[in-house]
C-alpha cells in the first residue's frame, strides 16, 4: 500500500516548561524534541501495514522549520521509504492552516491510507487529521485503537465514553490513531545509518490565512501541598474524616 | 541527565539518534531485569537478539561486513548508554565487538571476515577473548599458552586462559598463544578456536562480587587441534592483542560514563524527594557537594571521550592517549558510584538502587583491560621515556 | 445581537450530560453577545424530537430536529454535513460542540467544511470584538495557552466537564429538517456498537474516579479497586499506562498523557507511583487521595491526601470506611 504518514516534532512532555519572555510560547531553551507520541504509533502503523501485505511504500511527512528533518529522519530510520518536508518558519496555532498545506501535498499522490496520529501531545487540538480529511473528500474515521486492512477495505475499532464501535470503511481513507496502535519501534543502528541516504525534500507550506493567533501561554496555577495521613490500614478513619469535613467529597 | 555543558551541541543528529535508540532499548530490555540477574549472577542471554537486531555488535565496523559502519563517537555513545544499564552488558558488547570481531576485521583473511563477521554482527556466533592467563594479567608479554605447528600446517594448542568474559557461551575464542617453542612475545599469535573442539573447555568462575551479570570463565586448552585456517594471518607479535585492547579500552572509557551517569541521576532524584530534618537531603551542603563533584567529573569525562572519539575518526588516535581516557574515566566513575551509594543511605545497599550494583562492577571494570596502575605507568613512559615497569 | 448553534449530543435515544454543556455554553455566550438565540441542532432515529424539552431547560430557544434511522448510530459524515449546512444558512456567530469522542471528530470536519478555524477543548471562552478568545490546556496540561479566535462562525469544542451546565429555561421552539446527506450514502459505517462491560459510569463523567496501578500487583487485584468504586457509588475505575500496557485493563481506562485527561471531583490513586504521563491525565481533579507503600512516590506531590502503606490491605479497610460513611451520611 502507499501510505502518508503525517508526523509532528513536539518538546518532550516530562519538562518542566518555562513560559518565554514574549510570554506566547514556551521557553524552548534546553528542550529536547522528538516525534509526537500517536504519531510515532502512526508510523509503526504503517510500517506493520506494509511489512504484513507485501511492498509499499511509506512516506512520512512534517510540516515546520528545517529542525523538523530530525523527526522525519527519525521516521526513515524506522523504516518509512521518503520523506517531504513542508517548509514553514513556525508550526502555525491555526489546524486550518496545516491541513491545507498538508491536503494540497497528499491531493494527487495516490495514497490508500493516510494516518496522523490522534493528536499532537503539545498542542492538544486533534483536529488536523479530520479536517484534512475533509479537504480530501476521503472518508475519515479518528481515534482509532485498532485498525486491520484486507481488499480495499479498513475496519477499525473507536472507543468512546462508556462505549466502543467498530466500523468499516474503503480506502483510500485517513485515520488518527490512539493507544492501542502499536507503540514506534526505536530505530536500529543501521536503520540510522540508511536513513541518510533515503530521500528528503523540502518544499514550500502552503498555508493560506491564519484564523488562530496564541494570545497567551501561562502556567497553571499550583496545587496546594498536600500532606500523608498516616500509615497503614491505621490511617483510614482519618483519612475518611477529612474526605467528609474538609474536601467534602463524601 | 541533563545535558549541562551541552554536549549535545558537540554531537551530530546521527549520534544523537544512536544514543537515543541504545538508550530506549536499555530502557525498555535491560533496566527491568538487570538488577534480579545480577542477583541471580546471570548474563541475560534472551536480550542478545535484541542487541544484535539493533545493531550494536561491531558497529564501528563496515556495512560490507553486516555491521552498522558508525563512527567512533557513536561506537562510543552505544558503550556509554549501555554500561548505563550495566557494566556486564557492556562488557559483552566490548568484547563480541573490540576483542572478537576487530581481531578478525583486522588480522583475519577475507574468508574468515566475510565467514564471521556478518554472522557476529547478527549475534549468531558469540565470540571471547583470550589473553590474560592465571599468572599473566598485568603482563600479557610472558604468557605461556604455546601453538605447534605441525608439519601439515596445523596447529596444537596448549595453556589456559582466565577472566575471559563470555568464555562459556562463546561458540569462537580468539586465543593469542606464542608459537612453536619461542618464549619471546615477538611470536604470539592469534587463532580463532572453535570451543567445540575436542581439549577445549570452559569452566564458569563462581563467587563473583562483581560483574555478577557476567559470564567469566577459565579456559584450558589440551592439546586442541586446529586447521592451518584458523590462525589470523596478519596477526604478529605482542602488538596484534594490545592492539585489541586500544578498541576495547576506548569503548571503555565511554562506558563508565553511562554508570557514572546512572548513579547521579540516580542520587540526584533521590536527594531531591527524600525528607530529612523537614527538607530534602539535596539542600544539605555535604550532599549538594557530592552531587558538584559527580556532574563536574562527568562532564570531563564526557569531553576526554569526545575529543579522543574524535582523534579516532581522524586516525591519530594513540594507545597513550587512550591510556588517559580509560584510567581519568574509571578511576572518576569508581568515586561517583561510591559517593551516590552513600548519598542514597541505608536505601544505597538495596538492589532495588542501581549504585552500589555499579559500585562494585566497576571495581572490575577499574581492574580489566589495563589496570588503573598500569595505565598510570603507561602515562608516565610515555612522558619521561623512561619504563617504571620493572 | 447574535444566534448561538449548539450540537446536542445524543447516544441510543438519550441526550448525552455533554450535550446540556453545550447548550447551557451556547446560552451564555448568546446573551453575552446581547441576548441572541440558542438553536441546537438535535440528530438521530425517529422520536429523538422528545428530547428537545430537556434542551429548552438548558436555554435552548430552537431545536433544529432531524429524524432519520440511518442516524440511529453516530454518523459522522450525515452528520458533519448536516451541521454545516444549518450552521451555514443560520449566520451564527459561533458554534458549539461539546470535546467529547464524538464532538472531537465531529467539530474538525464541520470547521473544515466551512472553511472556518476551530478552537478544540476549551475552557473557557468570551467575546471580545470580532474575535472568540478561548483558553485551553496544552502541554500534557502543563501550560495554559490563550488563543484569538477570528472569523465567523467560531466553531469550538467545550472539555466535558469545564463548564457546568445551568439551567436557563427558553421555549426550545421546534424546527424539523432534513439531513443534509444520506445516511445510508456514509461511506464510514458502524457494523458494531459495544457498550463498556457492565454498563459502569464513564470515567469522563464520574465524579469520583478510583485508578490503580501497578501496586495492585495483579489484574485480579483490581477488584479492590473496583470494590472501592462501587463503595463510593457514584465512581468510575481508572487504569494507568503500565498496566494497560500489561493488558490488566483496557486502553480505554488509561488515564494520562496519551490516555484519557479527567477533572473529577474526587481522584484516589490506588498504588499508582505518579509519574508525570499520568500525572497529565489526573492532575486537575479537585481532590486526589494517593495510597502507595513508598514514601517518596511523586505521587504524594500532588496529592491533597496520603496514606502510606501496602494498597492491598488498606484498599478493602478504605472501602468498608466509605460504606459506613454514605450509609450514615
Given at each position: 500500500m502507499k501510505i502518508a504518514v503525517c508526523i509532528k516534532r513536539v518538546p518532550d512532555m516530562e519538562t518542566r516548561f518555562k513560559i518565554a519572555?514574549?510570554?506566547?510560547?514556551?521557553?524552548?531553551?534546553g528542550l529536547k524534541y522528538d516525534m509526537s507520541d500517536f504519531d510515532g504509533y502512526a508510523v509503526e502503523t504503517a510500517l506493520q501495514l506494509n511489512e504484513k501485505q507485501g511492498p509499499g511504500e511509506t512516506v512520512v511527512i512534517s510540516l515546520g522549520p528545517d529542525v523538523v528533518q530530525e523527526q522525519l529522519r527519525k521516521a526513515l530510520s524506522m523504516g518509512a521509504d521518503r520523506a517531504v518536508q513542508l517548509k514553514a518558519d513556525k508550526v502555525p496555532a491555526d489546524g486550518l492552516a496545516i491541513a491545507r498545506a498538508l491536503a494540497a501535498e497528499l491531493q494527487?499522490?495516490?495514497?490508500d491510507l493516510i494516518l496522523f496520529g490522534?493528536?499532537?501531545?503539545?498542542?492538544?487540538?486533534?483536529?488536523v487529521g479530520p479536517m484534512t480529511a475533509e479537504l480530501l473528500g476521503l472518508p475519515c474515521a479518528t481515534a482509532v485503537s485498532t485498525l486491520e486492512i484486507a481488499n480495499g477495505r479498513a475496519t477499525a475499532r473507536r472507543d468512546l465514553e462508556g462505549a466502543a464501535e467498530i466500523v468499516e470503511f474503503p480506502l483510500p481513507a485517513v485515520v488518527s490513531v490512539d493507544e492501542g496502535m502499536p507503540r514506534a519501534r526505536y530505530p536500529s543502528l543501521k536503520g540510522i545509518m540508511a536513513a541518510k541516504k533515503k530521500p528528503l525534500e523540502v518544499k514550500p507550506a502552503q498555508?493560506?490565512?491564519?484564523h488562530i493567533a496564541i494570545e497567551k501561554m501561562e502556567l497553571p496555577p499550583e496545587r496546594a501541598a498536600g500532606r500523608?495521613?498516616?500509615?497503614?490500614?491505621?490511617a483510614v478513619p482519618e483519612l475518611v474524616r477529612l474526605l467528609h469535613t474538609e474536601a467534602k467529597v463524601l | 541527565m541533563q545535558d549541562f555543558f551541552d554536549i549535545d551541541s558537540a554531537l551530530s543528529e546521527e549520534e544523537r539518534a544512536v544514543r537515543a535508540s541504545v538508550r530506549q532499548f536499555v530502557d525498555e530490555r535491560i533496566i527491568p531485569v538487570i538488577g534480579d540477574c545480577y542477583i541471580e549472577g546471570r548474563?541475560?542471554?534472551?536480550i542478545i537478539p535484541g542487541l544484535a537486531e539493533l545493531g550494536v555488535?561491531?558497529?564501528?565496523?563496515?556495512?560490507?561486513?553486516?555491521?552498522?559502519?558508525?563512527?567512533n563517537v557513536s561506537y562510543g555513545l552505544i558503550m556509554q548508554e549501555l554500561e548505563r544499564g550495566d557494566s556486564g552488558i557492556r562488557s559483552f558488547a566490548s568484547v563480541q565487538g573490540a576483542l572478537v570481531m576487530y581481531p578478525i576485521f583486522t588480522f583475519g583473511s577475507e574468508e574468515q571476515k566475510k565467514h564471521y563477521l556478518p554472522k557476529m554482527a547478527a549475534g549468531e556466533i558469540i565470540g571471547c577473548f583470550g589473553l590474560t592467563e592465571p599468572d599473566y594479567g598485568?603482563?600479557?608479554?610472558?604468557?605461556?599458552?604455546m601453538a605447534k605447528e605441525q608439519a601439515d600446517g596445523s596447529w596444537v594448542l596448549n595453556g589456559a586462559k582466565m577472566w575471559i568474559t563470555n568464555g562459556s557461551q562463546a561458540k569462537v575464542a580468539i586465543v593469542w598463544a606464542k608459537t612453536n617453542?619461542?618464549?619471546?612475545?615477538?611470536?604470539i599469535r592469534g587463532f580463532i578456536v572453535?570451543?567445540?573442539?575436542?581439549g577445549f573447555t570452559a569452566k564458569d568462575q563462581k563467587?563473583?562480587?562483581?560483574?555478577?551479570a557476567s559470564d567469566t570463565s577459565e579456559l584450558v586448552f589440551q592439546d586442541v587441534h586446529l586447521p592451518?585456517?584458523?590462525?589470523?594471518?596478519k596477526s604478529g607479535g605482542i602488538k596484534s592483542p594490545l592492539m585489541c585492547l586500544t578498541q576495547a579500552r576506548y569503548g571503555i572509557s565511554w562506558g563508565v560514563i553511562g554508570a557514572a551517569m546512572a548513579c547521579y541521576e540516580e542520587s540526584l532524584a533521590y536527594s531531591t524527594s527524600r525528607v530529612m530534618f523537614d527538607k530534602?537531603?539535596?539542600?544539605f551542603q555535604l550532599q549538594q557537594q557530592r552531587l558538584a563533584i559527580m556532574l563536574t567529573e562527568i562532564v570531563k569525562a564526557q569531553l576526554v571521550s569526545l575529543h579522543l572519539g574524535r582523534l579516532k575518526d581522524a586516525g591519530k588516535l594513540t594507545p597513550q592517549q587512550v591510556s588517559l581516557a580509560k584510567r581519568n574515566n574509571c578511576d572518576m566513575a569508581t568515586d561517583i558510584a561510591r559517593e551516590a551509594r552513600r548519598l542514597l543511605g541505608?536505601?544505597?545497599?538495596?538492589?532495588?538502587?542501581?549504585s552500589m550494583r555499579h559500585m562494585a562492577n566497576l571495581e572490575s571494570v577499574y581492574t580489566y583491560e589495563g589496570t588503573h596502575d598500569i595505565h598510570t605507568l603507561i602515562l608516565g613512559q610515555a612522558v619521561t621515556g623512561l619504563s617504571a615497569f620493572n | 445581537m447574535a444566534n448561538v448553534f449548539a450540537f446536542a449530543e445524543s447516544r441510543g435515544g438519550a441526550l448525552r450530560r455533554v450535550a446540556f454543556e453545550a447548550v447551557s455554553a451556547a446560552r451564555a455566550l448568546a446573551d453575552a453577545s446581547g441576548g441572541g438565540e440558542v438553536h441546537a441542532l438535535l440528530a438521530g432515529?425517529?422520536?429523538?424530537?422528545?428530547?428537545a424539552p430537556e434542551l429548552g431547560k438548558y436555554g435552548a430557544d430552537v431545536v433544529i430536529v432531524v429524524e432519520h434511522p440511518?442516524?440511529?448510530?453516530?454518523n459522522a459524515e450525515a452528520l458533519a454535513a448536516t451541521a454545516a449546512e444549518r450552521i451555514r444558512a443560520g449566520g451564527y456567530r459561533a458554534a458549539i460542540f461539546s470535546a467529547s469522542a464524538q464532538g472531537r471528530d465531529l467539530a474538525p470536519r464541520v470547521a473544515a467544511k466551512l472553511g472556518v478555524s476551530m478552537a478544540a477543548d476549551v475552557t473557557s471562552f468570551e467575546l471580545a470584538g470580532d474575535a472568540l478568545v478561548v483558553r485551553h490546556p496544552a502541554y500534557a496540561g502543563k501550560v495554559i495557552a490563550t488563543l484569538r479566535l477570528t472569523g465567523s462562525p467560531a466553531i469550538v469544542t467545550l472539555r466535558p466537564g469545564a463548564r457546568a451546565a445551568v439551567e436557563a429555561p427558553r421555549a426550545a421552539r421546534v424546527e424539523n429538517a432534513q439531513p443534509?446527506?444520506?445516511?445510508?450514502?456514509?461511506?464510514?459505517?458502524?457494523?458494531e456498537m459495544i457498550a463498556g462491560g457492565g454498563a459502569k459510569l464513564d470515567i469522563g463523567d464520574a465524579p469520583v474516579i478510583v485508578s490503580g496501578g501497578?501496586?495492585?500487583?495483579?489484574?485480579?487485584?483490581?477488584r479492590l479497586v473496583e470494590d472501592l468504586a462501587a463503595a463510593f457509588g457514584n465512581a468510575a475505575v481508572g487504569a494507568t499506562r503500565a498496566v494497560t500496557d500489561d493488558g490488566w485493563?483496557?486502553?480505554?481506562d488509561q488515564i494520562g498523557q496519551t490516555g484519557r485527561q479527567v477533572s473529577p471531583d474526587l481522584y484516589v490513586a490506588c498504588g499508582?507511583?505518579?509519574a508525570i504521563q499520568h500525572i497529565?491525565?489526573?492532575?486537575?481533579?479537585r481532590t486526589i487521595v494517593a495510597i502507595n507503600?513508598?514514601?517518596?512516590?511523586?505521587?504524594f506531590k500532588v496529592a491533597d491526601y496520603g496514606i502510606v502503606g501496602d494498597v492491598i490491605e488498606i484498599l478493602p479497610v478504605l472501602t468498608a470506611a466509605v460504606k459506613e460513611a454514605r450509609a450514615k451520611g
Amino acid at each position: 500500500m502507499k501510505i502518508a504518514v503525517c508526523i509532528k516534532r513536539v518538546p518532550d512532555m516530562e519538562t518542566r516548561f518555562k513560559i518565554a519572555a514574549s510570554g506566547t510560547a514556551v521557553d524552548e531553551s534546553g528542550l529536547k524534541y522528538d516525534m509526537s507520541d500517536f504519531d510515532g504509533y502512526a508510523v509503526e502503523t504503517a510500517l506493520q501495514l506494509n511489512e504484513k501485505q507485501g511492498p509499499g511504500e511509506t512516506v512520512v511527512i512534517s510540516l515546520g522549520p528545517d529542525v523538523v528533518q530530525e523527526q522525519l529522519r527519525k521516521a526513515l530510520s524506522m523504516g518509512a521509504d521518503r520523506a517531504v518536508q513542508l517548509k514553514a518558519d513556525k508550526v502555525p496555532a491555526d489546524g486550518l492552516a496545516i491541513a491545507r498545506a498538508l491536503a494540497a501535498e497528499l491531493q494527487g499522490g495516490g495514497y490508500d491510507l493516510i494516518l496522523f496520529g490522534r493528536q499532537a501531545v503539545d498542542s492538544a487540538n486533534a483536529t488536523v487529521g479530520p479536517m484534512t480529511a475533509e479537504l480530501l473528500g476521503l472518508p475519515c474515521a479518528t481515534a482509532v485503537s485498532t485498525l486491520e486492512i484486507a481488499n480495499g477495505r479498513a475496519t477499525a475499532r473507536r472507543d468512546l465514553e462508556g462505549a466502543a464501535e467498530i466500523v468499516e470503511f474503503p480506502l483510500p481513507a485517513v485515520v488518527s490513531v490512539d493507544e492501542g496502535m502499536p507503540r514506534a519501534r526505536y530505530p536500529s543502528l543501521k536503520g540510522i545509518m540508511a536513513a541518510k541516504k533515503k530521500p528528503l525534500e523540502v518544499k514550500p507550506a502552503q498555508l493560506g490565512a491564519e484564523h488562530i493567533a496564541i494570545e497567551k501561554m501561562e502556567l497553571p496555577p499550583e496545587r496546594a501541598a498536600g500532606r500523608i495521613v498516616g500509615e497503614g490500614t491505621a490511617a483510614v478513619p482519618e483519612l475518611v474524616r477529612l474526605l467528609h469535613t474538609e474536601a467534602k467529597v463524601l | 541527565m541533563q545535558d549541562f555543558f551541552d554536549i549535545d551541541s558537540a554531537l551530530s543528529e546521527e549520534e544523537r539518534a544512536v544514543r537515543a535508540s541504545v538508550r530506549q532499548f536499555v530502557d525498555e530490555r535491560i533496566i527491568p531485569v538487570i538488577g534480579d540477574c545480577y542477583i541471580e549472577g546471570r548474563f541475560p542471554k534472551e536480550i542478545i537478539p535484541g542487541l544484535a537486531e539493533l545493531g550494536v555488535f561491531g558497529a564501528n565496523l563496515p556495512e560490507e561486513y553486516g555491521c552498522a559502519g558508525l563512527n567512533n563517537v557513536s561506537y562510543g555513545l552505544i558503550m556509554q548508554e549501555l554500561e548505563r544499564g550495566d557494566s556486564g552488558i557492556r562488557s559483552f558488547a566490548s568484547v563480541q565487538g573490540a576483542l572478537v570481531m576487530y581481531p578478525i576485521f583486522t588480522f583475519g583473511s577475507e574468508e574468515q571476515k566475510k565467514h564471521y563477521l556478518p554472522k557476529m554482527a547478527a549475534g549468531e556466533i558469540i565470540g571471547c577473548f583470550g589473553l590474560t592467563e592465571p599468572d599473566y594479567g598485568s603482563n600479557p608479554s610472558g604468557m605461556i599458552t604455546m601453538a605447534k605447528e605441525q608439519a601439515d600446517g596445523s596447529w596444537v594448542l596448549n595453556g589456559a586462559k582466565m577472566w575471559i568474559t563470555n568464555g562459556s557461551q562463546a561458540k569462537v575464542a580468539i586465543v593469542w598463544a606464542k608459537t612453536n617453542g619461542d618464549k619471546s612475545d615477538k611470536s604470539i599469535r592469534g587463532f580463532i578456536v572453535p570451543t567445540d573442539t575436542p581439549g577445549f573447555t570452559a569452566k564458569d568462575q563462581k563467587g563473583k562480587l562483581s560483574l555478577r551479570a557476567s559470564d567469566t570463565s577459565e579456559l584450558v586448552f589440551q592439546d586442541v587441534h586446529l586447521p592451518k585456517d584458523a590462525i589470523l594471518p596478519k596477526s604478529g607479535g605482542i602488538k596484534s592483542p594490545l592492539m585489541c585492547l586500544t578498541q576495547a579500552r576506548y569503548g571503555i572509557s565511554w562506558g563508565v560514563i553511562g554508570a557514572a551517569m546512572a548513579c547521579y541521576e540516580e542520587s540526584l532524584a533521590y536527594s531531591t524527594s527524600r525528607v530529612m530534618f523537614d527538607k530534602p537531603i539535596g539542600g544539605f551542603q555535604l550532599q549538594q557537594q557530592r552531587l558538584a563533584i559527580m556532574l563536574t567529573e562527568i562532564v570531563k569525562a564526557q569531553l576526554v571521550s569526545l575529543h579522543l572519539g574524535r582523534l579516532k575518526d581522524a586516525g591519530k588516535l594513540t594507545p597513550q592517549q587512550v591510556s588517559l581516557a580509560k584510567r581519568n574515566n574509571c578511576d572518576m566513575a569508581t568515586d561517583i558510584a561510591r559517593e551516590a551509594r552513600r548519598l542514597l543511605g541505608a536505601n544505597g545497599i538495596l538492589a532495588e538502587y542501581a549504585s552500589m550494583r555499579h559500585m562494585a562492577n566497576l571495581e572490575s571494570v577499574y581492574t580489566y583491560e589495563g589496570t588503573h596502575d598500569i595505565h598510570t605507568l603507561i602515562l608516565g613512559q610515555a612522558v619521561t621515556g623512561l619504563s617504571a615497569f620493572n | 445581537m447574535a444566534n448561538v448553534f449548539a450540537f446536542a449530543e445524543s447516544r441510543g435515544g438519550a441526550l448525552r450530560r455533554v450535550a446540556f454543556e453545550a447548550v447551557s455554553a451556547a446560552r451564555a455566550l448568546a446573551d453575552a453577545s446581547g441576548g441572541g438565540e440558542v438553536h441546537a441542532l438535535l440528530a438521530g432515529a425517529p422520536g429523538i424530537a422528545s428530547l428537545a424539552p430537556e434542551l429548552g431547560k438548558y436555554g435552548a430557544d430552537v431545536v433544529i430536529v432531524v429524524e432519520h434511522p440511518g442516524l440511529a448510530n453516530a454518523n459522522a459524515e450525515a452528520l458533519a454535513a448536516t451541521a454545516a449546512e444549518r450552521i451555514r444558512a443560520g449566520g451564527y456567530r459561533a458554534a458549539i460542540f461539546s470535546a467529547s469522542a464524538q464532538g472531537r471528530d465531529l467539530a474538525p470536519r464541520v470547521a473544515a467544511k466551512l472553511g472556518v478555524s476551530m478552537a478544540a477543548d476549551v475552557t473557557s471562552f468570551e467575546l471580545a470584538g470580532d474575535a472568540l478568545v478561548v483558553r485551553h490546556p496544552a502541554y500534557a496540561g502543563k501550560v495554559i495557552a490563550t488563543l484569538r479566535l477570528t472569523g465567523s462562525p467560531a466553531i469550538v469544542t467545550l472539555r466535558p466537564g469545564a463548564r457546568a451546565a445551568v439551567e436557563a429555561p427558553r421555549a426550545a421552539r421546534v424546527e424539523n429538517a432534513q439531513p443534509a446527506s444520506d445516511p445510508a450514502a456514509s461511506k464510514v459505517v458502524v457494523k458494531e456498537m459495544i457498550a463498556g462491560g457492565g454498563a459502569k459510569l464513564d470515567i469522563g463523567d464520574a465524579p469520583v474516579i478510583v485508578s490503580g496501578g501497578r501496586g495492585l500487583k495483579s489484574a485480579d487485584n483490581f477488584r479492590l479497586v473496583e470494590d472501592l468504586a462501587a463503595a463510593f457509588g457514584n465512581a468510575a475505575v481508572g487504569a494507568t499506562r503500565a498496566v494497560t500496557d500489561d493488558g490488566w485493563r483496557p486502553h480505554s481506562d488509561q488515564i494520562g498523557q496519551t490516555g484519557r485527561q479527567v477533572s473529577p471531583d474526587l481522584y484516589v490513586a490506588c498504588g499508582i507511583s505518579g509519574a508525570i504521563q499520568h500525572i497529565a491525565g489526573m492532575r486537575n481533579s479537585r481532590t486526589i487521595v494517593a495510597i502507595n507503600k513508598d514514601k517518596e512516590a511523586p505521587i504524594f506531590k500532588v496529592a491533597d491526601y496520603g496514606i502510606v502503606g501496602d494498597v492491598i490491605e488498606i484498599l478493602p479497610v478504605l472501602t468498608a470506611a466509605v460504606k459506613e460513611a454514605r450509609a450514615k451520611g
